[in-house]
Every structure is written in C-alpha cells, then in structure tokens.
C-alpha cells in the first residue's frame, strides 16, 4: 500500500505542482472530486445496508413490516447474531469503527492533523451495515459521517495536502456525507464547520460548501429530491404557541442529558465485564432483541416511526396508545441504542437523537391538543420541532438542527418556533452538561476540545523535556540563618532539602525561613533546613506529564516542584517550575498556530522549494541530512552554527501485516531538545534562503 501511494503521488507531483500554485482552484476541484466520492460513498453504504437487511430478515424493507412474521426466539437472536459479526470485525480488524465514529473523526482533526486510515472506509461500512441491517439501535448518519471524512482524509494524504489543508478535505468528506443522506446541502455544510472543525470562524468555507452541493446532485441523480422524512405541512396557529414550543424546548434539554448518561453508563459498564470484547456487540444485540419482543419500533434505524409521528398515525404498543405509547417508544429506544453502541456496535446517534424527538413532540403535542384544543397545532408539528431541539441539546449544534429541519420542510414559518426550542434545548442541556452526546466520549479519553483544538496540550509534554538542573539543593542540617542568606540572594525562590542520600526531604520558600526567624533571632542558629521544609510538597518524575504536574502547582501552592529520578528512587535530579509548564504551553500552542498558519507556504515548500514568508525569512521542507541521522536536536545547535530553526518534523511508519506493508502512518512531531532523528525523517526548516541551500548541499 505504501508503494502505490508513493508511486501515485510521484506520477501526480508535476501536474499537482502546477495546480497547487493557486490553492484557491486546487481546493476547489478537489471538492467537486470529494463531493462525488462521499455521496457514492452513502449511496453504497445505504445499498447495503439494505442488503444486510436482506441477509438477516430476507427483506430489504424496514424491519418493522416483517417484525411478526418471525418467531421470538428468531427475534433475540438476530440482532445478536450481528452483534457477534460486528464483534469481530471492530475488535480483529479496525477498532476505531466501534460506535457512531463522529467522535473518531472529531479527535482526528484536533489531534491527528485529520489523517485517517483508508480501512475505515470499508470496515466502518460493514460493521455499521451488519449492526443495522440485523436489528441494532443505530443511525446510519454517524457511520456515512465516518466513512465520507474518511474518503477526504485518504484522498487528502494521497495528494500529499498539507496539514490545515487535509483538515478541510476531511471536512468536505463530512459535508458530503451529511447532504447526501438528508438531501439538505446547507446543513452539510455547517455541520462540517459547527460539529467537526468545531470553530465557525473557518477560513476555508468554499470548498466545504462546494463538495456538500455537488454530493446533493450526485445523490439526487440516484435517489430523488426527496426529503428523508415524509414532513407534514407546518402552521403556527397562535403566537401563543411558543410557549409550549418553549416547554419542548426545555423538555428535549433535559431529555437529551438523560441520553447522554444512559447512554455513557451502558459503555461504562460493558467495559466492565469480564468477558472478551468481541462477544459484548452480540451480548447488546441480544437484550436489544428482547426489549424488540415488547416494543418492536426500537429495531434498526427507526425512520418508520418518525414518519409514522410526523403524520398524526395512531401508534399501539404493549399495550398502550397515543402519548403513553410515544413516552414508552422513547424509553425503549433510548435504551436500546444505549445497548447497541454501549455494547460496541457500530451505528450513529444522529438517528436515534431525530427518533426521541419525534416521540418527545408528539406526546407533548397530543397532551396539548387535549388542553388547548383551539389555538394549538396538530401534534406533528411539535414532532418536528422536537426532532430539531433534541438534536441541538443532544450534539450541541443547534444551527446544524434547525438547518436541517428547515431543508426538510422548505417552511419559512418553522423557524421562530424551531429556533426557540433548538436554543432553549441546548443552552439547558450544556448548562447540564457541558459535553455532547460526541465530546462525552473523548472526554473519557482526556481530550477536551475547543475550536476544534485539543486543550490538553500539555497531556502531550513530559517533565522531562522542561527539567531544570541548576537548582538550590541543601541538606537536612543546613541552618535556617544561612537558607535565608540563600533564598534573599539567590536566583531561585525555592530550596530543596534532601538528606545524605540526596533523596528528597521537602522544600523550604522565604517566607518559611521568615516565620522563623520572625520569633527569635536565637532559633537561626538552632534551626535546620529539615525543621521548616514541607514534607507535603509534592515530587515528580521525568516521566510524568504536564498536565498532572499543573495540578499538583494548584494543589501545593508552590511555583516550583523537585524532580525525583522515579516513582521508587527519590534521588533529586532537578526542579520544575510552573514558569516552564506555562513557557511549554505557550510554545506548543505557537507551533500548532504556526503550523495551520503557514500551511498554504508549507504546501508549496515541498519537495526543496524555498518559499518566502516575510521579507528576509524563508521556509522548506526538506529530508533530514545524513549528518543528522542519530544526533539530539540540542547537539546540533542548528539555530548558532547554521542559522536555521527547526519548526516541524515528519515521520512515517510503515503499518506491517504478515510480512506485507499495508500502510503507513505519517506522525508531526513538534520538536524538542531531545529528538533523535532517524534516516526518512522530513523537516520543516525556516531560515534565510542561502542558510537553507546551504542546509541543501
């Protein structure tokens, strides 16, 4: 795999070349060819499904129809016949496809520079297509999401894009991917920028918007301008109205919180079992079908339900009609995609979010009717409003939500009430809960987005990179008199004591020698270093990370900690400071800014061009020299002898499987003093133009 990428990228580099000199046109025919690809690519993947369909029910229609014609016991153990094939498949082959796979691809931008494995394209379809085609509780939303971000990222490292760049064709694959499925390309568009880049201030709109167009043409041609639901006509009777569309509003807020914890809870607790990862989809599956025996509506993706909510049908089940029977749907489906994905299945949320806030509205809808007969809608118009509020609290995306059901109904009428509950929705459920239904899973992980950047950036530092050696070290028996002469005229405000061993005692600040010396004069010289240090003074290890070491600064009160050689040796080696945690921030968030700044001169710095960024200052990325290869960063003084920084490295690393490449991962390195290179590497320099041809030779 790596060689046909190589040799495809080598027969494409001239033309590329001459297309990348104006990125404007480059960005745009490479939307149009994603466009085209992600809407092939939900087209497909909605194909089959329905050929999963057929498999497991014998039946491409919804599974609802031919629910009854099939025994209980055949019932249960479908979906967790699927379960097993899905098992296997998330767990042997690709385990980033496990779940809506919205929030892999979210974490690929903030954290990855977009890149995503080509499998996925094609494991994210089956696991998806079997876990829904069998029965599962799951949208087909979050997998086409996966799989078109997944067709923009492949296509982006195929073109050797850079790293801003390749963020973009990712989005463009998601856009795609979103407007091919509800034939709604402004939605596409912004959910792209609102719930993947996560910063609606993104400079590279066009080509996002471009490739949501053209995948709504491609898949109009095959599938009709239809509307994903058979949406009803919608009236506001009275303005006294939007009250009630208020209570949906505040209703579908603390619905969707509700969703969010028993959805995170199940996941929590099937990691929790004792038993190989593989069986667990099948062991969802299996409860799922037992819950389907009862309330038959939870099984696949679910739009029969919503559509049969959105035309004022008469629902029965267990028992029950009319809103009790929409609360308990609601119930059951909420539980059942908790069980589905909870469980490892593959599936979006995106659906099952549309189906309780149909089942939400309605019910409110027919209790209002009841009460205020005169001057309220028919209960599918709250069925649609409730679809958008739901979605907006439960993603945190209100104008995704309110943009898709207004493509959807083409009724100008429907946005101040869809407005007002979208943003109630939201604004309750993230005063709730600050996560999403998608940031939940990758706060678990330790990643906390914001512009659709990792604010955990210090997760990625380690103590020893910002280690401090000459520090104020005294022994246990040194007199408080002459630790005072050290901290007033010294340089550093803290002084670590250790004992004969040189293994950590405490550390002693002024103002601890003060309160000493501040009750007699006679105590400096009967006073010692072990009497005043505090013991409680937390020490870290080399290995530690920053993020921890802040935490232990808030928690101390101390600007600056010792460094201990491990968890078992106390042995002090050096200091860290809170003024070096906050410099490495600082400098991690310059580079990452610097790096999506200067992408469009990255792109045209490869292959040895020598790009010009400001008067006097040049960039190039350029292979590491040979004379490299095995040194440290810091031993080569690249900035004193050579008049060059280094501001970005790339590695790749071949991905092997018996005995074949089967790919290769292209790793960014933000360099630090301690960085070894290695034959391969690639460099991005800056420096004046002869420094760097000199660099060349």
């Known amino acids: 795999m790596k060689a046909r990428y190589y040799e495809l990228s080598k027969r494409m580099e001239g033309p590329l070349r001459t297309l990348r000199e104006n990125e404007h046109i480059f960005l745009v025919v490479s939307a149009i060819l994603l466009g085209v690809l992600a809407a092939y690519g939900a087209i497909g993947f909605r194909f089959l499904i329905l050929k999963a369909q057929e498999l497991f029910w014998e039946s491409s229609a919804e599974v609802i129809p031919v629910f009854g014609s099939y025994p209980s016991l055949a019932v249960v153990l479908i979906p967790a016949f699927g379960g097993l094939i899905v098992g296997l498949v998330v767990h042997k082959l690709s385990p980033e496809v496990k779940g809506s796979g919205i929030p892999e691809v979210m974490e690929a931008v903030a954290k990855k520079g977009g890149a995503i494995r080509l499998r996925v394209v094609f ?38 894009v850079s790293v801003k760049n390749l963020r973009t064709f990712v989005a463009c694959g998601t856009a795609a991917a979103i407007a091919a499925t509800f034939n709604a390309p402004i939605a596409g568009a912004l959910f792209a920028i609102e719930v993947v880049l996560g910063d609606m201030r993104v400079a590279s709109m066009s080509p996002i918007v471009i490739a949501s167009v053209v995948a709504t043409v491609v898949s109009r041609h095959y599938l009709g301008d239809f509307p994903a639901f058979e949406v009803p006509s919608f009236t506001l009777v009275s303005y006294r109205e939007l009250l009630l569309y208020a209570a949906v509003g505040i209703l579908s807020g603390l619905l969707s919180v509700l969703f969010i914890r ?58 029950l009609s009319g809103w009790g029977a929409l609360l308990a749907i609601l119930l059951a489906k909420m539980a059942a995609t908790s069980l589905t994905l909870g469980a490892g299945g593959s599936g979006g949320v995106f659906a099952p979010s549309l189906f309780i806030g149909a089942a939400l509205g309605a019910a409110f809808g027919e209790v209002v009717n009841l009460l205020f007969p005169a001057w309220t809608a028919p209960a599918s118009a709250y069925a ?17 939500a309110i943009l898709i059901i207004f493509e959807l109904t083409n009724n100008y009428k429907i946005i101040p009430p869809l407005m007002l509950a979208c943003v109630i929705g939201v604004l309750l459920s993230s005063y709730i809960k600050s996560d999403s239904i998608y940031t939940e899973k990758l706060s678990r992980r330790g990643i906390k987005l914001s ?35 050290l901290l007033t005229g010294g340089q550093r405000p803290t002084a670590i004591v250790v004992d004969n ?19 007699s004069e006679e105590l400096a010289f009967v006073v010692v270093a072990a009497d005043v240090a505090d013991r409680t003074t937390p020490s870290v290890t080399p290995s530690e990370r920053l993020d921890h070491v802040m935490q232990l600064f808030g928690a101390a009160h101390r600007d600056e900690l010792p460094v201990c050689a491990s968890a078992d040796d106390k042995t002090v080696v050096g200091a860290v400071t809170r003024k070096a945690v906050i410099n490495a921030y600082n400098a991690k968030v310059f580079a990452e800014d610097m790096t999506d700044g200067l992408s469009s001169q990255v792109s045209l710095a490869k292959s040895g061009n020598i790009v010009e960024m400001i008067p006097g200052i040049h960039i190039s990325e350029i292979e590491a020299p040979s004379r490299w290869v095995g040194h440290k960063l810091k031993h080569l003084n690249l900035r004193r002898d050579a008049g060059i920084d280094v501001l970005l490295i790339q590695r790749s690393s071949a991905i092997e499987k018996d005995h074949h490449v089967e790919s290769s991962l292209v790793e960014e390195i933000h360099p630090d003093a301690d960085f070894i290179f290695v034959h391969g590497d690639r460099v991005l320099v800056m420096g004046n133009r002869d420094a760097i041809s000199n660099l060349m030779k």
């Not at 061993?501 to 009750?519: A, W």
């Open 123 to 160: 494991t994210k379809a089956v696991a998806a297509a079997v876990t829904i085609g069998s029965g599962g509780s799951a949208g087909r939303e979050g997998p086409i999401v996966h799989i078109g971000s997944a067709i923009g990222s492949v296509l982006g490292q195929a073109l050797q």
């Open 262 to 319: 028993v959805m995170y809870f199940s996941s929590s607790r099937f990691e929790q079992l004792a038993m190989p990862a593989w069986v667990k989809p099948a062991i969802g599956g299996l409860v799922v079908g037992c819950i389907a025996l009862v309330f038959p509506n939870v099984l696949g993706v679910g739009y029969e339900t919503i559509n049969v909510a959105l035309n004022d049908e008469p629902i029965h089940v267990a028992g």
């Open 384 to 400: 649609l409003v409730g679809m958008g509020a739901v979605v907006s609290a439960a993603t945190h995306a209100p104008i995704t």
């Open 451 to 485: 512009k659709g950047r990792d604010l955990n950036l210090l997760k990625s530092i380690e103590v020893r990179t910002i280690v401090e050696t000459n520090i104020q070290k005294v022994t246990s028996t040194t007199p408080v008199n002459v630790l005072f002469q």
């Open 501 to 519: 061993e040189q293994h950590y005692v405490g550390t002693v600040e002024l103002q601890d020698v003060r309160e000493v010396l501040h009750e």
